[in-house]
C-alpha cells in the first residue's frame, strides 16, 4: 500500500495555515483508507532554532492534541514524536554524507532563517532538509501531504533518494510524491496578502491561531486587510486581489469546497457582508477543535502513553530500513 508521512513542528504557535494546509488534508488521507498514514510531530527540527525546554515538552503534547482533535486516529494512523525514534537521526547523519553544500545553500527557508546572520546559525539548522528527507525515507513514504511552502524541501528529498541509490547501484529509496492540493496550500497573511500566514509573523492580528476564542477570530477577520470592491462574481475576479482571494480561499477550505464552488453563494458580496460569513464558519469550524485540544491536554500522562505507542509501531517499520541502508553502506552493524 502507497505510505504517507508528513510533520509538523512542535515549535508553538499553531495557526489556521497549518490547518487548513496540512492537518485537514492528513484526516482526509487518512480516512480515505488508501494509504498507510504516519503523522509526526518534528521535535528534532524545532530544536534547530532556541527551544526553551519545558515549553518544547507542553508544545509537543498540544501538537498531539491538535493531531488529535483534528481527527487523527491514533489507531489507523501512526502518531508519534520524532525523538522517540532514533532512526530519524541515524539516517539524517548518512543522508548529511549524501546531500551536498549547495544543496543546503540553495533552500529558501535557510536563507530567510538565517539571513545575514549565517554565520551564528545552527549547524542543525543548515541541515534541516536532510533530516527532513530522513524522516520521509526511513519509511519508504511515497505521499507526503504539506503547504506549498515545503516544496523546495521535497524536491531535496528526491534528489537526496536518487544521489543515494545511483552513489550505492541501488533501487532503494523511493522518489515521493509531493501532495500540494486543495484551495488552502498558502494561506495568506490577514495584514499583508503578500506574505504567508505564519506564526513568526510580529503581529498577532496577521493571522488565526487554532486557540484563538470565539471573539479573537471575529475580530481579527473584521480586521483583514482588503481592497474596497466587493467580490467579483467569478472566481477569475479574483486573480489580482490577492486578500480577498486568501479569504476566499479561507472561506472554500473551511466549507470543504472549492473556490469555483463557493463563488455562486458568495459572489457580488461587500466584505461588510462577507466577512462575517467568513468569521462565523471559521468559528464552527475551529471553536470544537481548541475545545477539544483544551480537554487533551488536561491528561498529558494520556497524551505521552498514545505517542510512546505510535513511536513503538513506528520504529517496526524503520528499523528494518535503517538496517538495510547500512549494509547498502557498508556499516557494519
Ligand atoms: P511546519 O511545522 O512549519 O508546518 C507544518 C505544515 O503546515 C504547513 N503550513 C501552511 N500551509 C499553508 N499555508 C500556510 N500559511 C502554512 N503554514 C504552514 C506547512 O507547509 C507544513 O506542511 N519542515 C516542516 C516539517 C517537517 C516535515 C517533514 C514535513 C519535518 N519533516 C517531513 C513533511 C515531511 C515544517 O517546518 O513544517
Not at 96 to 113: F, H, I, S
Not at 158 to 171: L, Q, T
Not at 202 to 230: F, L, V, Y
Amino acid at each position: 500500500t502507497p505510505r504517507v508521512f508528513s510533520g509538523i513542528q512542535p515549535s508553538g504557535g499553531l495557526t489556521l495555515g497549518n490547518y487548513l494546509g496540512a492537518m485537514k488534508r492528513f484526516v482526509q488521507m487518512q480516512d480515505e483508507g488508501r494509504f498507510e498514514t504516519i503523522y509526526c510531530m518534528v521535535d528534532l527540527h524545532a530544536i534547530t532554532v532556541w527551544q526553551d525546554p519545558a515549553a518544547l515538552t507542553a508544545n509537543t503534547r498540544e501538537l498531539a492534541a491538535f493531531f488529535m482533535a483534528a481527527g487523527i486516529d491514533p489507531e489507523k494512523s501512526i502518531l508519534f514524536n520524532q525523538a522517540r525514534v532514533p532512526e530519524h537521526a541515524q539516517l539524517a547523519w548518512i543522508f548529511n554524507c549524501v546531500a551536498r553544500m549547495g544543496w543546503m545553500k540553495r533552500m529558501t527557508q535557510w536563507k530567510d532563517k538565517a539571513g545575514k546572520n549565517a554565520e551564528n546559525a545552527s549547524l542543525g539548522l543548515f541541515g534541516y532538509p536532510a533530516l527532513m528527507a530522513a524522516d520521509i525515507l526511513i519509511y519508504h513514504a511515497t505521499h507526503v501531504p504539506v503547504g506549498d511552502d515545503q516544496k523546495q524541501h521535497l524536491e531535496l528529498t528526491r534528489d537526496v533518494a536518487i544521489k543515494f541509490n545511483h552513489d550505492f547501484g541501488v533501487d532503494f529509496f523511493p522518489i515521493t510524491e509531493p501532495v500540494i492540493e486543495g484551495e488552502a496550500t498558502r494561506v495568506m497573511s490577514l495584514r499583508d496578502g503578500s506574505k504567508k500566514m505564519s506564526k513568526s509573523d510580529p503581529s498577532d492580528a496577521s493571522r488565526i491561531n487554532m486557540g484563538d476564542d470565539a471573539d479573537a477570530i471575529a475580530q481579527k477577520i473584521r480586521k483583514a486587510r482588503t481592497d474596497p470592491e466587493p467580490l467579483p462574481s467569478e472566481a477569475e475576479g479574483l486573480a489580482e486581489r490577492p486578500e480577498a482571494k486568501n479569504l476566499v480561499s479561507i472561506y472554500a477550505a473551511l466549507s470543504d469546497r472549492t473556490i469555483a464552488e463557493v463563488m455562486p453563494e458568495i459572489g457580488g458580496k461587500p466584505f461588510s457582508e462577507f466577512k462575517p460569513m467568513l468569521a462565523d464558519l471559521a468559528v464552527d469550524k475551529l471553536s470544537p477543535i481548541s475545545a477539544e485540544m483544551r480537554r487533551l491536554t488536561a491528561d498529558p500522562a494520556e497524551i505521552d502513553r498514545t505517542l510512546a505507542r505510535g513511536a513503538e509501531r513506528a520504529r517496526e517499520i524503520a528499523a528494518p530500513i535503517l538496517q538495510r541502508t547500512y549494509e547498502i553502506v557498508g556499516l557494519l552493524t
